[in-house]
C-alpha cells in the first residue's frame, strides 16, 4: 500500500528546487537523489509545476495519454509577457499541436505520416554524411593540440546533419543555430521581459524560415524529409497539411541538434572523465553504442519533460488536481536504484542501461533517437581512432544554459598529444 507524503515535504522541496542556478545548474544530481529518496512528487509553487522524481511512475505516465496530456510539452514554462506575445502573433509565428506537444488521435495520425517520411532507409543512409562532416571538422579545426570540442566539433555538426535531412544549405547553420537557443531561453528558462522581447524576435524569424522551406519544397519537391513529408500518405488518413509540416520542421530545427550538441558533449566529458573507459573503447569501439546508453542515462542532455493532468490522480502517495502542469525528472528516473543499480556509478558495460527514459516512452519515444545515436556513434569512433591521447583540460569550469530541460556543458577544453 502506497503511504501518503505530508505536505511539508512537498513544499519543502519544491521550495529548494531552482533548476536556473547553481548548485542544480552545475550538477543537479546530488539534489535529485536526496528529493527522490523523500518524495515521489514534490511541488514548485514558484514554477506551478507539480515535480516527479521516480522512475516507475514517469514511465507509467508516459504510457498513459488519457490521463497525462502532452499538450504543455512545448509551451512557455512561465507565461510570455504580453509585449513579447504581440511580437510572435505580429512576426507570424502561428504554430499548431502536430507531434510532441498533441495527444491521441491527432497524435498517431500525424506520427504515422512522419515515421513513413523519416524512414531508417534515410537514417542509415546519413552515416557516410556524419562520419565525413566528422573528419572535416577534425582535420580543420582540431591540429594544434587543443581544442573547445563544443565550439569546434559538437555545435555544429548534429545542425549540418539535420539540415540535410531537411534540405536546407549549410551556410544558415548559424542563423538557425541562434533561432533554437532564442526558442530554448524562451520555452524552458525564466528570460526578463526585455529578454523575452529580443528572443521572440528570433523564434519569429525561426518560424518564418521554416514556412518558407516548406512552401519552396511544395512549389518544387527534392529528395529530402520536407518534400517527403508534403508528399506522405497512408491509407485514408488526411495527408498533412502546409502548416502542420511547417511546425514539424520547426520542430526538428531544434530538436534535431540542440539534444545531439548536448548528447556528444555529455558523452565526450565522461568518457574523457573516466580514463579507463575511453581506453576501452578506444581499444574496441564495438563496445561504443552501450557506451552512448549509458552516458544518456548518466548525463541525459534531456533532464526533464512535461505533461499535464487531464483528470485528479494520485502519483506516489500524492494527490494532484486537474488540469496540474507536471514536471517528469527523467535525469532522476534514470538515477532510480529501484530500476539502476549503484546508479551513480558511470558504467560502459551496464546490462540495462538502455532501459533510461532520456528518449521518452511510448506513443511519443523521439523520433529522432537513431539519427541521435548514429551521430554520436561515429563521432566517438572517429575520436577514439583519430585522437587515443585525448584529455580534458585540467581545472576548467564547465557552464549550461539556465533552463529547466536541456544539458550540455557550452564548452569541453580538452588537449592531446601531437
Ligand atoms: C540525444 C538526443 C535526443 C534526446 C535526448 C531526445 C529526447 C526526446 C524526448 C524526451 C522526447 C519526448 C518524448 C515524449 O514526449 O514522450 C522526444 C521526442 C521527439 N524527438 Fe527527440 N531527442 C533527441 C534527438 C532527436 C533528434 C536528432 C530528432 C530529429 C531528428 C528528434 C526529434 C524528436 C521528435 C520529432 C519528437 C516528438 C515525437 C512525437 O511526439 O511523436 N529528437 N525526444
Known amino acids: 500500500m502506497r503511504t501518503k507524503v505530508d505536505g511539508d515535504t512537498i513544499v519543502r522541496w519544491g521550495e529548494r528546487f531552482d533548476p536556473f542556478h547553481d548548485p542544480y545548474l552545475a550538477d543537479p544530481y546530488p539534489f535529485l ?19 516527479v522524481t521516480r522512475y516507475h511512475d514517469i514511465r507509467q505516465i508516459f504510457q498513459t495519454p488519457k ?14 509577457c504580453p509585449a513579447a506575445g504581440h511580437l ?63 565550439r569546434d566539433l559538437a555545435w555544429d555538426l548534429p545542425a549540418l546533419v539535420i539540415f540535410r535531412v531537411l534540405g536546407i544549405p549549410d551556410e544558415d547553420v548559424a542563423r538557425v543555430k ?20 529580443r528572443l521572440v524576435q528570433g523564434m519569429a524569424a525561426f518560424w518564418r524560415y521554416a514556412e518558407m522551406l516548406v512552401a519552396s519544397r511544395a512549389e518544387h519537391g527534392r529528395d529530402d524529409f520536407t518534400s517527403d513529408l508534403l508528399r506522405a500518405r497512408d491509407g485514408d488518413l488526411p495527408a498533412l497539411t502546409h502548416q502542420e509540416v511547417t511546425q514539424i520542421v520547426y520542430e526538428l530545427l531544434f530538436a534535431g541538434h540542440e539534444t545531439t550538441t548536448g548528447l556528444i558533449g555529455n558523452a565526450l566529458r565522461r568518457l574523457l572523465a573516466a580514463r579507463d573507459a575511453w581506453e576501452e573503447i578506444c581499444g574496441d569501439s564495438s563496445l561504443i553504442p552501450n557506451a552512448i546508453e549509458e552516458v544518456l542515462r548518466f548525463d541525459s542532455s534531456v533532464i526533464a ?19 496540474a502542469n507536471l514536471l517528469l525528472l527523467l535525469g532522476s528516473a534514470n ?82 598529444d601531437i
Not at 490521463?67 to 510570455?80: C, D, G, H, M, Y
Request: net charge negative; aromatic share 8%.
Open 335 to 416: 538515477h532510480d536504484p529501484a530500476v539502476f543499480e549503484n546508479p551513480e556509478h558511470f558504467d560502459i558495460h551496464r546490462q540495462n542501461a538502455k532501459e533510461h527514459l532520456s528518449l521518452g516512452f511510448g506513443a511519443h519515444y523521439c523520433l529522432g533517437a537513431p539519427l541521435a545515436r548514429l551521430e554520436a556513434r561515429v563521432v566517438l569512433e572517429e575520436l577514439s581512432t583519430r585522437l587515443p591521447s585525448l584529455r580534458l583540460t585540467p581545472e576548467q569550469t564547465l557552464h549550461f544554459q539556465p533552463n529547466t530541460t536541456f544539458r550540455g556543458p557550452l564548452s569541453l577544453l580538452v588537449e592531446w
Open 178 to 197: 541562434a533561432g533554437a537557443e532564442s526558442r530554448l531561453l524562451l520555452m524552458w528558462g525564466r528570460p526578463t521581459e526585455d529578454d523575452q522581447i
Open 67 to 80: 490521463r497525462f496530456s502532452a499538450t504543455n510539452t512545448l509551451a512557455p514554462l512561465q507565461p510570455i
Open 88 to 150: 510572435l502573433a505580429e512576426g507570424g509565428f502561428r504554430p499548431v499541436p502536430t507531434l510532441t506537444n498533441s495527444d491521441p488521435p491527432g497524435h498517431t495520425r500525424v506520427r504515422r505520416l512522419a515515421t513513413i517520411a523519416f524512414t531508417p532507409r534515410r537514417v542509415a543512409a546519413m552515416e557516410p554524411l556524419v562520419r565525413e562532416l566528422t573528419a572535416q571538422s577534425v582535420e580543420k579545426r582540431l591540429s594544434s593540440g587543443r581544442a573547445d570540442l563544443i
Open 305 to 323: 519533460w512535461r505533461r499535464k493532468t487531464t483528470e485528479a490522480v494520485e502519483i506516489g502517495g500524492v494527490s494532484i488536481p486537474a488540469d
Open 33 to 51: 537523489e536526496e528529493a527522490r529518496a523523500a518524495t515521489a512528487v514534490f511541488y514548485s509553487a514558484d514554477l506551478d509545476y507539480w515535480v
